[in-house]
């Protein structure tokens, strides 16, 4: 997957807000990655499964946490993606069996963060003119703090604001004002970067903020 940036002029920018997943990397192929040894995990624990059902049923489970959950930050959980799955296949023990399956998740997932080029110029580019740089995303704090360390860029970004601090997830106004909050700056003076044209874009314009979408290609 390659993650292209459009050409985003820096004149009179006083502050980037700017995504994670899919923006600042290739988010698809650390999942696939990821989700594939929790696959061989299970196929080990338990009794062979073919991916496709292994998938099906993950994402199943994702989608019903999501619909119960949202806005709130719990419902990215994998963790709790897996204890949902594990119950309704009457596995025992499943909230310690969950965390097993989360952390295999993100040890495998965090091996494949890496910066996507792009990404890596436009913050080079950011960063010569030393321009504050806010990171607005959906789920929870320490994970994407991980990401964010992953790809050696954490101290370059000066505020980072999640669904979990913010109480709701974009394309919600508030994830948008409490980065605004952060850099004491207002909406003329930043512009919002995302992949996502609902949730970054549309978010963000609806509060005055200009956006530039990111393309990801497969």
């Given amino acids: 997957m390659k993650i292209i940036y459009p050409e985003i002029p820096l004149d009179n920018v006083l ?3 700017i995504d994670l997943d899919h923006t600042l990397y290739d988010f698809m192929t650390a999942e696939e990655h990821a989700l594939k040894k929790c696959h061989e995990k299970h196929c080990q624990d338990f009794q062979p499964l073919e991916w496709q059902e292994f998938l099906s049923r993950f994402y199943m489970a994702r989608m019903s946490n999501t619909l119960r959950l ?4 719990a419902a990215r959980s994998r963790y709790l993606a897996f204890q949902l799955w594990l119950e309704e296949t009457n596995i025992p023990n499943a909230h310690i069996l969950a965390a097993d399956y989360e952390d295999t998740y993100w040890d495998n997932f965090m091996q494949y963060v890496t ?6 110029k436009f913050l080079e580019a950011v960063q010569a003119q030393n321009i504050p740089i806010t990171v607005v995303t959906n789920m929870q704090p320490r994970i994407q703090l ?4 992953k790809m050696g860029i954490a101290e370059q970004i ?6 979990e601090e913010a109480g709701a997830e974009k394309p919600s106004p508030h994830p948008f004002r409490l980065a605004l909050e952060k850099m004491q700056l207002e909406a003329k003076d930043v512009i919002m970067v995302g992949d996502n044209s609902e949730h970054d874009i549309k978010g963000a314009e609806a509060l005055g903020i200009k956006s530039y979408l990111v393309k990801v290609k497969h």
């Avoid at 910066?115 to 890596?120: G, K, Q, T, V």
């Fill in 15 to 17: 502050g980037i807000l």
């Fill in 115 to 120: 910066l996507a080029p792009d990404a890596e």
């Fill in 70 to 73: 949202a806005p709130q930050a």
């Fill in 146 to 149: 991980a990401k964010l360390q």
């Fill in 158 to 163: 000066d505020f980072m604001v999640t669904s």
